[in-house]
């Protein structure tokens, strides 16, 4: 596609649901990160893929968070037991390698958790 | 353990001043560093990307510039107009080849006024 994507756009769960989130990367590109973002902050780092690894996960917070990667391309955030404090925006970045190429976003998923 | 910083946390110009956005960075091992736009509600739109060896990227009205050996960046914005109104982010991507995330920084809200 002509850019990373992601869907839902928005996401309402109740606390305690399970949620998925989905991100189409740039073709071609196969590094994929994911990224959260609360009101006012930066993006934080949460996992990085190189192709249909986690290279890095240590940004997970706990493991009701996980991610996979399953044929190198499209992304799926899995979110269990959701609480309040996942409520964020979830942005999906690519980019054609690693290390010293440009990473381009997604428009995010806002997760609310009520 | 790498922190980015932006100064100011907010600004605000009239239309038609140049203005400059300060990105700092704590450890100067990094590959390289990213600038970005983050309209409301949106998602992250690449503007420069500076490699570790390279001292400055221009595009259009906008000129970036690294001192890596100072930890610090900075993005010149060029006779500003009010589409340029926007939350601008820096990111160090941190070198030693452990990880590919990127380390952000919590933004400068910038409003150009009419």
């Known amino acids: 596609g002509a850019g990373v994507s992601q869907t839902p756009s928005n996401k309402v769960t ?7 989130l989905r991100c189409d990367p740039i073709s071609g590109h196969t590094a994929l990160y994911w990224y959260r ?43 269990q037991r959701t609480e309040r404090g996942d409520s964020a925006v979830y942005l999906c970045a690519s980019s054609f390698e690693a290390s010293n190429t440009e990473a381009f976003f997604g428009q995010g998923t806002r997760l609310t958790v009520v | 353990k790498q922190e980015v910083t932006q100064i100011p946390a907010a600004l605000s110009v009239p239309e038609g001043e140049n203005l400059v956005l300060n990105c700092s960075f704590t450890d100067s091992a990094i590959y390289n ?19 570790s060896s390279q001292r400055e990227q221009t595009s259009g009205r906008l000129n970036a510039s690294l001192d890596k050996s100072s930890g610090r960046s900075t993005l010149y914005i060029a006779a ?12 160090v991507r ?18 150009v006024q009419p």
């Open chain 1, 14 to 20: 109740e606390k305690g649901k399970y949620v998925e």
């Open chain 1, 37 to 79: 973002q609360s009101l006012g902050q930066g993006p934080e780092f949460l996992i990085y893929f190189q192709g249909t690894g986690a290279a890095d996960d240590s940004g997970l917070p706990n493991d009701r968070f996980f991610a996979v990667r399953p044929e190198g391309s499209v992304s799926t955030l899995k979110i």
């Open chain 2, 33 to 51: 560093l990213q600038w970005f736009r983050q309209d409301p509600g949106k998602g992250l739109t690449s503007l420069l990307l500076i490699q």
């Open chain 2, 80 to 91: 500003s107009q009010p589409g340029d109104s926007a939350t601008y982010l820096c990111a």
């Open chain 2, 94 to 111: 941190p070198g030693g080849g452990a990880t590919n995330k990127l380390i952000f920084g919590t933004g400068t809200l910038l409003a």
